[in-house]
């Protein structure tokens, strides 16, 4: 779930609980009533935030979950190509270095 999705879901989901409540507090029914009614919705409305918030929270577990593969994944690439450039570098020093060995040896003859 993107970030504007969550916040549009929030402020759907506050629409409707303010939507819910005024409309209980305009309808014409005794108090004892209408406490009952506006204690009911409001114990909705923070059930269906917590299942939100609840859904969010597995979508985000879900997709830090596949970075840190694909992380992971491009890491390990990366230090194999690393692995295999330095020993290119290593076999291009010590060809240098057997070179130098033999303009060496010529040299003190």
């Given at each position: 779930?993107?970030?504007?999705?969550?916040?549009?879901?929030?402020?759907?989901?506050?629409?409707?609980?303010?939507?819910?409540?005024?409309?209980?507090?305009?309808a014409p029914?005794?108090?004892?009533?209408?406490?009952?009614?506006?204690g009911k919705q409001a114990k909705k409305t923070k059930e269906d935030i917590a299942n939100r918030i609840s859904q969010a929270t597995d979508e985000l577990t879900k997709t830090a979950e596949a970075k840190k593969v694909d992380f992971e994944a491009k890491l390990d690439k990366t230090i194999s190509n690393m692995s295999y450039k330095a020993d290119d570098?290593?076999?291009?020093?010590?060809?240098?270095?057997?070179?130098?060995?033999?303009k060496n040896a010529q040299l003190q003859k």
């Open positions: 779930m993107s970030k504007d999705s969550g916040s549009i879901m929030l402020a759907l989901l506050t629409g409707a609980a303010i939507g819910a409540g005024v409309g209980i507090l305009y029914d005794k108090g004892d009533n209408t406490r009952k009614k506006i570098i290593i076999l291009g020093l010590e060809a240098k270095l057997e070179d130098l060995r033999k």
